[in-house]
């Protein structure tokens, strides 16, 4: 019903800057019925929560390792969420995915998201 579709990975150096994207889509899909997050997942680990963002995008949750770094927003007539991510380093190497829930309210455990993509990768060189 839903399709997140994740872009804007790839290789920086540390301390470089990428911006996420996920465009979502769906027959009936309004992304302004959604609230939306970020996670990341490194080979051999559980994904992990980055950041989150209610319908609205009023409410922003954010992850200890990234506040002051990435700044989550989205653009509901595009269906489009973002992640900048500033300030990036060797432990932000992941696969970054987005998520999306069938409620306004903005969460931080994976578990409550209905959607996910497929993932976009992130590899931050030293």
């Known amino acids: 019903q839903v399709l997140l579709v994740e872009s804007g990975g790839g290789l920086v150096q540390a301390g470089g800057s990428l911006r996420l994207s996920c465009a979502a889509s769906g027959r009936t899909f309004s992304i302004s019925s959604y609230a939306m997050g970020w996670f990341r997942q490194v080979p051999g680990k559980e994904r992990e929560f980055v950041s989150s963002?209610?319908?609205?995008?009023?409410?922003?949750y954010y992850a200890d390792f990234v506040k002051g770094r990435f700044t989550i927003s989205r653009d509901n007539a595009k269906n489009t969420m973002y992640l900048q991510m500033n300030s990036l380093k060797p432990e932000d190497t992941a696969v970054y995915y987005c998520?999306?829930?069938?409620?306004?309210?903005?969460?931080?455990?994976?578990?409550?998201?209905?959607?996910w993509g497929q993932g976009t990768q992130v590899i931050v060189s030293s």
């Open positions: 963002i209610s319908r609205s995008g009023i409410t922003t």
């Open positions: 998520a999306a829930r069938g409620d306004p309210a903005a969460v931080v455990v994976g578990a409550a998201y209905n959607y």
